[in-house]
């Protein structure tokens, strides 16, 4: 069945409706004009209900995410870039480099074609660019106000290397914790587009895929890197809790190690917000026994992506996996799990 | 930034330290501090000022944490609300998790169907009702001097776009009078259970009221008060002026805050409050129980923006979740170690009261910065 079939959707002012999801000639419509231009691949062209493709050696790693964001458009992305990254980084902290993306779409009745698809492309963009494809997926329209525009749910499969175990049971005390940049970029760009929020920034989000930056901390640092993580929501303090917990340890931490951009303290402070709390997608930690954080610091330095890396801390035994941080100010303090969403002040 | 950056400098703050601790005269236990703002709270757990101070130092914290001081029975009264079919409650994002008496949050009720939104100002409540005529928009006001000017805007732009389905709920509530009742209870003043030196007073408060009001208590009361910043060297510095005071004697009012603060404060903000708002003859606080001519009420000319006229609004007899000690702790007669619900029930996730929920209660601060030596204090103990 030829893609003409069917005549032309209209991307320009078009809208999603019932039927394209319904199963009949407006989602063939839909999937042969507009995903499968913006995803081209060998898997899709074959227009099977699934993708066959072959694996090489190693261990396969698998993960899968669903994306709600609000606003669908943020500086420096966008849903789409964002499905795709955000699944990529997830495989790439186990040492991995991702190969074949899934992607599902939840549509809301009445979302503008045109919108869908500058996110359908932008997607295939950031997969291309990051040298996987997405081989497979699904469309499913529900009534308008039952979603949100449009949510998105991607899976992605990656292989790891043989001789690479990075995993959270191998954090130790004595760790070094190594962050490869600035915090907040992602939260503030976002939260700056927000209908109730909206302030001026000039700060884009930092969504990236991190899988060469990863390739070169494994490269560095080889056996010596024990695991690894992307902060994403609740921002580094839920992620280095996350690890004290999984691990059995503490963490201490130095304020003063950890970078944050001026116009990100900035809008964090007008909103009463810590950016330690604030979502990241294109960072990572690392943690990294003490003879190879060095190395492995220095090569995270010569990636565009990890310019700005430190050492910001160390794991330390601590039978009640307390976070700790020395302030700026020379006090301690914990750094604790975020209870609720982080809200801006009130008084 | 780099304004606030200044006030946040290691180096000084060591600086400032040092000073402290040469001018604390170590026989002289006199130096018990209270910061009456959560404000100020939250910055001394989070930069962890009181490892900067010496053990004659000792800061008490007080009852400035506007959802804190919000007695059960207000929380209950707006839940009702929220449940009455075609209402909307507008409410700061703190509300929402404190438990009313029957346990239930603004969150529960809103899970269980009721309208509850959350706003960032109280602008937004005008905005809702705008584009929702069919529905009454309730704006869940709380706060101090700080947050009531805004209400006050709300009301007028009402009253101008002549909006028929918007009320506030005003739980407005005055520090002087918070502040008194503290230097006359009983706690104080019979049975001796806290000892006050000092206030730091109030940072963004005093903004809108100036330093003039406290000027009665540093004379009545004999206790000094330094206004200060929320910035940990505006506390530091606040506490070596009290210090000084306490040294020489003095009881005055002084400003540490003087890049925001002035004698008198924001007479524009002042004008729109007097215009709009009406003293209550009393109202309950939290821990604190009737505080007389402590809180706002709009005046009679605007009674159709008033919820509790509206909708007929009365409290009904409310409790506590037993064992809970917000009550003492917003009087600084405990510490929320001293609580037994501390981190055992009452966590940020399942909170039991206010204190615990709001980042400027006492134990929500405690919890969230300084666990690591409650628990050291509670081994030690033990």
Same mark, same amino acid.
């Given at each position: 069945?030829?893609?003409?079939?069917? &005549?032309?959707?209209?991307?320009?002012?078009? $809208?999603?409706?019932?039927?394209?999801?319904?199963?009949?000639?407006?989602?063939?419509?839909?999937?042969?004009?507009?995903?499968?231009?913006?995803?081209?691949?060998?898997?899709?062209?074959?227009?099977?209900?699934?993708?066959?493709?072959?694996?090489?050696?190693?261990?396969?790693?698998?993960?899968?995410?669903?994306?709600?964001?609000?606003?669908? /458009? /943020?500086?420096?992305?966008?849903?789409?870039?964002?499905?795709?990254?955000?699944?990529?980084?997830?495989?790439?902290?186990?040492?991995?480099? +991702?190969?074949?993306?899934?992607?599902?779409?939840?549509?809301?009745?009445? /979302?503008?074609?045109?919108?869908?698809?500058?996110?359908?492309?932008?997607?295939?963009?950031?997969?291309?660019?990051?040298?996987?494809?997405?081989?497979?997926?699904?469309?499913?329209?529900?009534?308008?106000?039952?979603?949100?525009?449009?949510?998105?749910?991607?899976?992605?499969?990656?292989?790891?290397?043989?001789?690479?175990?990075?995993?959270?049971?191998?954090?130790?005390?004595?760790?070094?914790?190594?962050?490869?940049?600035?915090?907040?970029?992602?939260?503030?760009?976002?939260? %700056?587009?927000?209908?109730?929020?909206?302030?001026?920034?000039?700060?884009?989000?930092?969504?990236?895929?991190?899988?060469?930056?990863?390739?070169?901390?494994?490269?560095?640092?080889?056996?010596?890197?024990?695991?690894?993580?992307?902060?994403?929501?609740?921002?580094?303090?839920?992620?280095?809790?996350?690890?004290?917990?999984?691990?059995?340890?503490? @963490?201490?931490?130095?304020? #003063?190690?950890?970078?944050?951009?001026? #116009?990100? *303290?900035?809008?964090?402070?007008?909103?009463?917000?810590?950016?330690?709390?604030?979502?990241?997608?294109?960072?990572?930690?690392?943690?990294?026994?003490?003879?190879?954080? *060095?190395?492995?610091?220095?090569?995270?330095?010569?990636? +565009?992506?990890?310019?700005?890396?430190?050492?910001?801390?160390?794991?330390?035994?601590?039978?009640?996996?307390?976070?700790?941080?020395?302030?700026?100010?020379?006090?301690?303090?914990?750094?604790?799990?975020?209870?609720?969403?982080?809200?801006?002040?009130?008084? | 930034? !780099?304004?606030?950056?200044?006030?946040?400098?290691?180096?000084?703050?060591?600086?400032?330290?040092?000073?402290?601790?040469?001018?604390?005269?170590?026989?002289?236990?006199?130096?018990?501090?209270?910061?009456?703002?959560?404000?100020?709270?939250?910055?001394?757990?989070?930069?962890?000022?009181?490892?900067?101070?010496?053990? &004659?130092?000792?800061?008490?914290?007080?009852?400035?944490?506007?959802?804190?001081?919000? +007695?059960?029975?207000?929380?209950?009264?707006?839940?009702?609300?929220?449940?009455?079919?075609?209402?909307?409650?507008?409410?700061?994002?703190?509300?929402?998790?404190?438990?009313?008496?029957?346990?239930?949050?603004?969150?529960?009720?809103? *899970?269980?169907?009721?309208?509850?939104?959350?706003?960032?100002?109280?602008?937004?409540?005008?905005?809702?009702?705008?584009?929702?005529?069919?529905?009454?928009?309730?704006?869940?006001?709380?706060?101090?001097?700080?947050?009531?000017? +805004?209400?006050?805007?709300?009301?007028?732009?009402?009253?101008?776009?002549?909006?028929?389905?918007?009320?506030? /709920?005003?739980?407005?509530?005055?520090?002087?009078?918070?502040?008194?009742?503290?230097?006359?209870?009983?706690?104080?003043?019979?049975?001796?259970?806290?000892?006050?030196?000092?206030?730091?007073?109030?940072?963004?408060?005093?903004?809108?009221?100036?330093?003039?009001?406290?000027?009665?208590?540093?004379?009545?009361?004999? !206790?000094?008060?330094?206004?200060?910043?929320?910035?940990?060297?505006?506390?530091?510095?606040?506490?070596? @002026?009290?210090?000084?005071?306490?040294?020489?004697?003095?009881?005055?009012?002084?400003?540490?805050?003087? $890049?925001?603060?002035?004698?008198?404060?924001?007479?524009?903000? !002042?004008?729109?409050?007097?215009?709009?708002?009406?003293?209550?003859?009393?109202?309950?606080?939290?821990?604190?129980?009737?505080?007389?001519?402590?809180?706002?009420?709009?005046?009679?000319?605007?009674?159709?923006?008033?919820?509790?006229?509206?909708?007929?609004?009365?409290?009904?007899?409310?409790?506590?979740? &037993?064992?809970?000690?917000?009550?003492?702790?917003?009087?600084?007669?405990?510490?929320?170690?001293?609580?037994?619900?501390?981190? %055992?029930?009452?966590?940020?996730?399942?909170?039991?009261?206010?204190?615990?929920?709001?980042?400027?209660?006492?134990?929500? #601060?405690?919890?969230?910065?300084?666990?690591?030596?409650?628990?050291?204090?509670?081994?030690?103990?033990?």
């Amino acid at each position: 069945m030829s893609r003409r079939a069917f &005549p032309a959707l209209d991307l320009r002012a078009g $809208r999603v409706d019932l039927s394209h999801g319904a199963g009949g000639r407006a989602m063939a419509q839909l999937i042969g004009q507009l995903f499968h231009p913006a995803f081209d691949n060998e898997w899709l062209r074959r227009g099977n209900d699934q993708a066959a493709f072959d694996v090489d050696g190693g261990r396969m790693v698998m993960t899968t995410d669903g994306y709600v964001i609000s606003p669908l /458009f /943020f500086p420096g992305g966008d849903i789409g870039s964002l499905a795709v990254h955000g699944t990529i980084n997830d495989i790439a902290m186990a040492g991995a480099s +991702p190969r074949y993306l899934s992607a599902s779409f939840i549509l809301e009745e009445g /979302f503008p074609l045109a919108q869908l698809e500058r996110i359908v492309r932008s997607m295939g963009d950031a997969a291309r660019a990051a040298g996987t494809a997405v081989v497979t997926g699904d469309t499913k329209v529900v009534e308008r106000g039952k979603a949100d525009g449009v949510f998105i749910c991607t899976t992605g499969i990656g292989v790891v290397p043989r001789g690479i175990e990075i995993s959270v049971e191998r954090v130790r005390p004595g760790d070094q914790i190594i962050l490869s940049g600035s915090l907040g970029d992602h939260g503030v760009a976002v939260m %700056s587009r927000r209908h109730d929020l909206q302030f001026e920034t000039d700060m884009v989000s930092d969504s990236a895929p991190l899988h060469e930056l990863v390739r070169d901390i494994v490269a560095a640092g080889g056996p010596a890197v024990h695991a690894m993580r992307d902060p994403t929501r609740g921002g580094l303090a839920a992620t280095l809790n996350e690890i004290a917990q999984q691990a059995g340890a503490g @963490m201490r931490i130095r304020e #003063a190690a950890i970078p944050v951009k001026t #116009a990100v *303290a900035a809008a964090c402070e007008l909103l009463g917000l810590d950016p330690l709390y604030v979502a990241n997608e294109g960072k990572l930690v690392a943690f990294v026994s003490k003879a190879a954080a *060095a190395g492995v610091l220095g090569a995270m330095r010569s990636h +565009p992506l990890g310019q700005d890396a430190a050492i910001i801390g160390e794991v330390v035994p601590d039978a009640q996996r307390f976070v700790q941080m020395t302030t700026d100010f020379g006090g301690e303090r914990m750094v604790d799990w975020l209870a609720g969403e982080q809200l801006p002040r009130i008084c | 930034m !780099k304004h606030a950056l200044e006030y946040r400098d290691g180096r000084l703050a060591r600086q400032l330290a040092a000073r402290i601790a040469a001018e604390t005269t170590g026989d002289c236990a006199g130096y018990r501090f209270m910061e009456f703002c959560g404000g100020h709270t939250h910055a001394i757990s989070r930069y962890g000022l009181e490892d900067l101070l010496p053990p &004659p130092v000792r800061l008490i914290h007080g009852p400035g944490c506007p959802v804190c001081v919000l +007695p059960v029975a207000r929380i209950d009264t707006a839940i009702r609300l929220a449940e009455r079919n075609g209402i909307t409650l507008c409410t700061y994002g703190d509300l929402m998790r404190v438990p009313g008496s029957r346990g239930v949050s603004l969150l529960r009720a809103k *899970a269980g169907g009721a309208d509850v939104r959350m706003i960032y100002s109280a602008l937004d409540a005008i905005a809702i009702a705008r584009a929702e005529p069919q529905r009454q928009v309730v704006l869940f006001a709380i706060g101090f001097e700080t947050t009531t000017p +805004p209400t006050a805007l709300a009301v007028r732009l009402a009253v101008e776009r002549g909006l028929k389905n918007f009320t506030v /709920f005003c739980n407005h509530v005055l520090t002087p009078a918070a502040i008194q009742n503290i230097l006359e209870s009983p706690d104080l003043r019979e049975f001796g259970r806290v000892r006050l030196d000092g206030f730091i007073g109030p940072a963004h408060v005093s903004t809108v009221i100036g330093s003039e009001p406290y000027a009665f208590f540093a004379e009545e009361f004999a !206790k000094p008060v330094v206004i200060a910043g929320f910035e940990p060297l505006d506390v530091l510095q606040a506490v070596l @002026m009290l210090i000084r005071q306490v040294n020489e004697g003095r009881h005055e009012v002084e400003n540490e805050y003087g $890049r925001a603060v002035r004698l008198e404060g924001n007479e524009g903000a !002042k004008r729109d409050v007097a215009e709009v708002f009406e003293l209550r003859k009393t109202f309950e606080w939290r821990g604190l129980g009737q505080v007389p001519y402590s809180a706002l009420r709009l005046k009679g000319r605007y009674g159709e923006f008033d919820a509790e006229r509206r909708f007929a609004l009365s409290d009904a007899p409310a409790r506590e979740v &037993p064992g809970c000690q917000c009550g003492a702790v917003l009087r600084g007669v405990k510490t929320p170690l001293e609580c037994r619900l501390f981190g %055992s029930v009452c966590t940020p996730e399942t909170p039991m009261g206010s204190c615990m929920v709001s980042p400027e209660g006492a134990c929500s #601060a405690y919890w969230t910065y300084k666990r690591f030596r409650a628990m050291a204090a509670r081994e030690t103990a033990a």
